[in-house]
Structures are given as C-alpha cells and as structure tokens.
C-alpha cells in the first residue's frame, strides 16, 4: 500500500517549550545537543487528529471540561479491535495520566510503609513515585541472557516480604523493550495470586509493537488476573500526544475500583485538559493507519540503528526491540565509568541519550535511544555517538 503519511519530515521544535529540545542546559548544563533522550517522537500528528483539534480550538471557549462517554467507547473499542480485550464501561476511571494515576494506586490500595514490586532498570518514575508516596521500593531486578531481558520469577519469591503489597509491571517493557509473552504472564499472575499482590500494569507502550509480536494485556490471561490488575492505558504514547495527556485505568474489582477512584477524586478530577479527550478519542478512532505506518517506519530506523553500529562502531551494540521504540545500547564493552559514557556522548559526540542507570539496578554501562525521529535526524545522532567514541575505540569498518 502507498504510504499516506511522511515521518521523513523535519520539524523545528526548538522555541516550543519542549521538554525534549529546549531544556539541554537545564536538564544537562551542556548547550546544542541533538536529543534523542525522553520518550516522546518528533513525528507530527495525523490530520484525524489535528482537525478535530482545531475545530475544538476555533470554538475558543476553553472551560472545565468532562470526558464525554464517546471517550471511553473509543477506548473499549480500541482495546477489543487491537489487544483483543474487551473491557467493561463499567471498569473504567479517567485520569490525566498514566504516572498521576499510578500515584493514584500506590495512595489508594497499599498503606505507608508497604513494599511494592519493580523490576529494574525500569521506567525511573515508578521508584520515585513508590517512595515520594512513602511507600518501600521492593527490587526484583530483570535478568540479561546473551541480549534478551526476562524476568526473575525465583528472585521474585524471595523479594516478596510480608508487607509487598503491589507489584508494577511495565509492559511491554521500558527501557528494555521487552514484549511480555503469554507464558510469563502467567507465570508473574501465578505468584501474585498464590502472594497476594495487587498488579499495577502500565500498558502506555502496548500499541508500539514491532512486527512479529503480540501485546497481552495482563488482565485478560485469566479471569484471576483481571480481578487483581490496575491496567493503565493512553493514546498519548501511541500518538505523540504527552503535551495534551489523559488516561485511562481499567479495574474490573469494584472494591479496588472504588478505592481507586474515592482517592482520584481526592488528587485530581478526570481528564481536566480540555484538548485531551478529543485528542485521544480521534486517535483511537482514526489513528490505525497511521499508527501502522510509524511502526514500519520505527522498525526502518531500528534496523538502520543495528546496521549502523554494526559497521561503524561494533564495540556498541544494539539490544533486540520488541516493543516501544526506545533501544538499548549496549556500551559496557567500551570500558568506561557511566559518568565517562554521558560525558563523552554530550560534550563531544553532541548528542543526548537517556542514561541506563537512570532506570536503576541493572542500567549501567546501557544508553537509552529514542528512535521515533526522522531518519535524517537519527543518522546525524548515530554520526554524533560514532564520533565521540572514535578516540576511545577502535571504528574501523567491518563487514556485517
Ligand atoms: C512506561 C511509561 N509509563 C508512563 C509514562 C508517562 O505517562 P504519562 O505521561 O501519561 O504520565 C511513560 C513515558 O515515557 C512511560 O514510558
């Protein structure tokens, strides 16, 4: 099929207040890096989804807002045409993100001082938010085979203690790009059933799987697993809408959903951003096509990635990418300190990645690049981290 939308395009997103481009010096104290860090694309919306904007922006009142039903229809049937999940209206709580409502969870469903499951390196948040909420951080850290990440189910039943209450599932997996198979969902809701603890499952990445593999939402392996499952979904992930936000959690327990939404009602109040609602319902509603073509343009760029460090600088290498569109690099075999790793790649290669030991245990010796950026853009990152490293390693051309 002729593709209908260009990710080849270039647009400036300096002097937008963007997180990724405008706050180098702040965030790095280094001036002119290309970034190629946080979790957010540098590809334009569809038309389905500015022009509904617009017409929502023309109207130019801009009150209190309230997710209308149409949201969470859009949502239901995104779930069941894509994920195969059907979800009850019933089950659904709007919030304006997927880390706001995790908050949510962690204050509404354990108690101060219980201990809640991550599996390192792991979306840096999650640890910030379990202790920011005075509750423990309980680490069960991944396990690297050869290239591949998985978890650690025997570490996992020592980990819990009598006071782990919750466990945070991210998946598919940031920063590692793992997509969860069926049979180590099932094994991950066997222990928390046998243990009892609750799962919280950020699912914000399931629509951004690379061909070949399947998202399962966790909920929907067993009628067990949906009554102790908090699953947080969005579009904004999927479509570039973070600036906007919205959220939603799906919880089929009554009990954990009335919780849930007695302590959201006592931090925030749906949606609240005006846009957000009809941002993301136009993408569930109209975004397939588009959603199809950046991920054959992502997986383009991934393989240009692994072809690239292949030829050009073979020390680094490129871990497998199932899901999101975050790869890690493998840099441990360069030799140098963390510290040395970032310095290099900023104040000499230019260029900014997210450090793997952002995301904790596990992390170190990895960088973190974002791959949703036109071609042109990633091929001058990947020139930027070949050039720091030229002094430090040998990049002499080899054949594939
Ligand atoms: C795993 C994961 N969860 C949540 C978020 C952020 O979600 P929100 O912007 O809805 O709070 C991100 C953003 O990168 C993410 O990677």
């Known amino acids: 099929m002729k593709p209908q939308y260009n990710f080849d395009k270039i647009i400036e997103r300096r002097g937008t207040s963007s997180l990724k ?16 860090w946080v979790a957010d694309m540098d590809f334009e919306a569809p ?8 017409r929502r922006l023309e109207h130019g009142i801009y009150g209190y807002t309230v997710e209308p039903e149409s949201y969470f229809q859009a949502a239901q049937e995104w779930l069941e045409r894509r994920h ?41 948040p999650f640890a910030m938010r379990i202790t920011g909420n005075g509750r423990r951080v309980v680490e069960n850290p991944l396990l690297i085979e050869g290239k591949r990440w998985g978890m650690d189910f025997e570490g996992l039943e020592s980990a819990i203690d009598a006071r782990t209450r919750m466990l945070i599932l991210c998946s598919p997996h940031n920063p590692v790009g793992r997509v969860w198979t069926r049979e180590e969902l099932e094994r991950l809701v066997d222990t928390c059933v046998r243990r009892k603890i609750l799962i919280v499952s950020d699912e914000i990445h399931c629509d951004l799987v690379m061909p070949g593999f399947t998202h399962i939402p966790i909920a929907s392996v067993s009628p067990e697993a949906s009554r102790l499952t908090v699953t947080l979904v969005a579009a904004t992930k999927t479509f570039n809408l973070a600036g906007l936000g919205g959220s939603v959690a799906i919880v089929e327990d009554p009990e954990l959903r009335k919780r849930l939404e007695a302590t959201q009602h006592a931090v925030f109040a749906g949606l609240a951003n005006t846009f957000a609602a009809a941002a993301s319902e136009a993408a569930w509603r109209s975004g397939q096509r588009w959603l ?48 040395k790793l970032s310095d290099t790649l900023r104040r000499t290669g230019r260029v900014w990645l997210d450090e793997g030991r952002k995301f904790g245990r596990g992390g170190q010796g990895f960088q973190r690049l974002n791959l949703a950026c036109p071609r042109a853009i990633l ?6 981290v070949c050039r720091a490293f030229s002094s430090a390693v ?5 054949a594939e």
């Open 21 to 36: 481009w405008d706050s180098s010096v702040r965030l790095t104290g280094v001036d002119g890096l290309l970034p190629l």
């Open 47 to 54: 038309p389905e989804i500015r022009e509904p904007l617009a």
């Open 84 to 124: 195969a999940w059907k979800v009850e209206r019933e089950w659904m709580l709007a919030s304006p993100g997927v880390i706001p409502c995790l908050s949510a969870a962690i204050l509404a469903l354990t108690q101060p001082g219980d201990g809640i499951v991550i599996q390192p390196p792991v979306y840096h």
């Open 292 to 339: 199809e073509e950046l991920l054959q343009y992502i997986e383009g760029n991934y393989r240009f990635a692994v072809s690239f460090f292949a030829k050009r600088l073979p020390a680094v290498s490129v871990l497998p990418l199932e899901g999101t569109y975050l790869a890690l690099l493998d840099m441990r075999s360069l030799g140098l300190t963390d510290d």
């Open 379 to 384: 091929s001058d990152g990947l020139e930027r």
């Open 394 to 398: 040998s990049s002499t051309p080899h």
